[in-house]
């Protein structure tokens, strides 16, 4: 008898458990309408928390169960690279080790740039659909491979690119560089060379305060498990619940950590020496400056191995005009501080190309190929792209790269054979 009343109460518990959640979830699910109507509509909020994912690479990529880890640690040559164990042994994202060996038939492409260029090699290693595309448009002959080389670092910009290049050149039959956004807004400290690399200021003259960098870890660890937990178990992406206090918790823990990073690099800014007077905009002129120089030197270095550069400056939502922003991409755009100061330094770097490009020179502007697309193909209002941007982009990419090197071949500057036809006079 005491067992039967037992059962009727942990029933009548388990019930009012239900109703509790069930009302709970209700009345999350109408907030959720109130506060973020941009919500995905469905029974499971997971593709919210994938395009949470997609732009903010970092934390997915060192969160695991260990929490953030910090995404780049400091290289003697190249000043920063990915921290184990994302890297290979030179610290590049690729599941290649450096330098690469060839095989037979294989047509090896090295990919230079920022973190547009690393998602983009990331899209053709993770996609087989954007490689087999790529390959497509590329046509190469029978029982040729095109391997696509991680040479890319986000974040990354000149003279740095061109130090990658320098010491990888021999391994490679083509090189892709695909960059412009970290040359026009770089993240050099102001009070240290524009030659050197992003980041240096953190990764290289830390505080001797530990305590800012420890309470980053705090914010950031737990922005990778509140990111991890609804991914890694889909039953909790159902709960209108978890996703509210997501929506509200995770944006105000990220704005937490990137005020305590901003203190911590200005202190440890201060061991280096004093802040400099220059302005924003002699610096934006320092850095094109930079971009120009690297950017013939890096294809002067590749052509003495006999690698043309394809040398592609990159698409940004920060050039107005560039595209019909969709309604998200506008949202994300109101969003980005001075955009008019951005704009001009992009159209700096597009007069810069037209300067670069010459006779047998291949410098290419990307900055309008979405100029006809009023699909969103940007996941930030930055310049970072989704699966339709990368898409896109591998299209014209391998279009203009297919019309040159079947120009190149009777030059014998491409190994004879590649693609499957010889070029027509």
């Known amino acids: 008898m005491l067992s039967q009343r037992r059962r009727k109460e942990w029933a009548f518990r388990a019930l009012a458990f239900l109703l509790a959640v069930l009302v709970v979830e209700t009345a999350s699910r109408a907030a959720i309408r109130v506060l973020e109507p941009d919500a995905p509509r469905g029974a499971s909020y997971l593709p919210g928390y994938e395009e949470c994912a997609a732009a903010n690479p970092n934390l997915v990529k060192l969160s695991k169960d260990s929490g953030y880890q910090g995404y780049q640690i400091a290289h003697p040559l190249w000043g920063f690279q990915v921290a184990p164990p994302e890297s290979n042994n030179y610290g590049f994202e690729s599941r290649h080790p450096f330098p690469y060996k060839k095989g037979p038939k294989e047509f090896v492409i090295g990919i230079f740039g920022g973190s547009v260029a690393n998602g983009f090699a990331a899209s053709l290693d993770r996609d087989p659909r954007l490689a087999e595309e790529f390959q497509r448009t590329l046509r190469p002959g029978s029982g040729w491979r095109l391997v696509f080389l991680n040479m890319s670092e986000p974040a990354m910009k000149q003279p740095q690119q061109f130090m990658v290049a320098a010491n990888f050149a021999e391994t490679l039959d083509c090189a892709i560089t695909l960059d412009g956004f970290n040359d026009v807004l770089g993240l050099t400290h102001v009070d240290l060379p524009e030659e050197y690399p992003t980041l240096t200021g953190g990764l290289y003259f830390r505080p001797r305060d530990r305590g800012l960098e420890s309470r980053i870890y705090s914010l950031r660890s737990a922005q990778a498990r509140l990111l991890g937990l609804p991914r890694r178990w889909p039953l909790i ?189």
């Open 237 to 425: 992406s159902l709960s209108s619940t978890y996703y509210l206090v997501f929506s509200r918790l995770f944006p105000y823990l990220g704005n937490r950590a990137s005020l305590l990073d901003s203190e911590r690099i200005y202190r440890s800014a201060l061991t280096v020496g004093r802040l400099n007077s220059r302005s924003l905009e002699e610096r934006h002129e320092r850095r094109r400056t930079l971009w120009e120089k690297y950017s013939r030197l890096q294809t002067l270095v590749l052509a003495s191995y006999g690698v043309p550069n394809f040398h592609f400056l990159q698409p940004s939502a920060h050039l107005e005009g560039s595209k019909p922003f969709s309604a998200d991409e506008a949202k994300m755009r109101a969003g980005i501080g001075d955009l008019a100061l951005a704009d001009k330094g992009y159209q700096d770097l597009v007069a810069a190309m037209s300067r670069l490009s010459g006779k047998g020179r291949l410098e290419y502007d990307l900055t309008r190929i979405f100029s006809a697309t009023r699909d969103t193909v940007y996941i930030d209002g930055h310049c970072h792209l989704n699966d339709l941007g990368n898409r896109l982009m591998a299209r014209a990419m391998a279009e203009k790269m297919r019309e040159v090197l079947r120009r190149r071949l009777r030059e014998g500057m491409v190994r004879m054979g590649m693609l499957d036809e010889a070029p027509r006079d």
